[in-house]
């Protein structure tokens, strides 16, 4: 054996086994904060219209939300997140809640920073609060959760428009047409979400049901085009099959545009009746 691939080796096996001597309690598991902070929608869409995020014919709270957040708090910025505003002309205060690795100091201290005027009008420091989330899940929990979410999937290469995105739904009703077939859209909904949550957060979800759903249009670029699409808030019961990947799962979230408001889950305790 030449000399110079005999040391190659030999580095080889000193790294695997300094690898294989790290403890693993010293393996760092990140925290994950849930975050709750009180909205002044007069500032917030003042600061949207100044952006000119706010158009005659589409305003995206989810990608105006977006963009706040990330002027505010940078890196810290909590995703995925849930804007909640009550629709009327007498609301004047909304509710953002998020998942983020910083707690509520951190997020503050960085608005200190950032913040411009307007946008600390918008999201006051004292209305910013955060509480440390487990670690390690108890696996076999049972848990109630919410979600908000966009049920899409894209276009295959071969396809019209190929890359772009289209709702769940329409895609089972077109296999279910050509199987003579009526789909129900509670369902497939349902079968998506199940394949999301079990894929990624190692979940048994038992139950799922639509509680709202609505097409609604977004734009994902300052002056591009509004999309169409799919919104819907679906309601269920989980089981907790691995608890560190079911943290992750609420530090990742579900689906696609976990970045523009959909995906954050919302727990509650799960009803012996009445589930979900």
């Excluded at 086994?17 to 925290?31: F, I, M, R």
């Excluded at 909904?189 to 199940?194: C, D, N, S, V």
Aim: charged share 30%.
């Amino acid at each position: 054996m030449k000399l110079s691939r005999w040391l190659r080796l030999a580095r080889f096996d000193r790294s695997v086994q300094l690898l294989s001597e790290v403890p693993e309690e010293d393996v760092e598991t990140k925290s994950v904060h849930m975050v709750r902070a009180e909205i002044d929608l007069g500032s917030f869409y003042r600061w949207a219209a100044s952006r000119r995020l706010m158009t005659s014919s589409v305003f995206d709270d989810g990608y105006a939300m977006h963009c706040l957040l990330t002027e505010v708090f940078g890196d810290h910025a909590p995703k995925p997140f849930r804007l909640i505003t009550h629709r009327s002309a007498h609301s004047t205060m909304g509710l953002l809640y998020g998942y983020t690795g910083h707690d509520a100091d951190q997020l503050v201290d960085s608005a200190a920073c950032y913040a411009d005027p307007l946008q600390a009008h918008t999201i006051p420091s004292e209305a910013i609060k955060t509480k440390e989330m487990p670690a390690d899940w108890t696996k076999g929990r049972r848990l109630g959760f919410e979600v908000l979410v966009r049920p899409v999937t894209r276009r295959s290469r071969n396809a019209d428009r190929p890359g772009t995105e289209k709702d769940v739904f329409q895609s089972s009703e077109t296999r279910a047409l050509d199987k003579g077939a009526a789909p129900n859209r509670e369902d497939v909904y349902a079968r998506w979400l199940t394949v999301q949550m079990e894929r990624h957060g190692r979940v048994d979800v038992e139950k799922c049901r639509l509680h709202s759903f609505r097409n609604v249009r977004v734009i994902r670029k300052r002056r591009g085009p509004s999309i169409a699409g799919p919104s819907a808030v679906m309601r269920g019961t989980l089981t907790i099959g691995e608890g560190r990947e079911f943290s992750k799962l609420l530090e990742r979230g579900v689906g696609r545009h976990r970045s523009y408001g959909y995906g954050m889950l919302l727990l509650r305790p799960s009803l012996l009746r009445g589930d979900p």
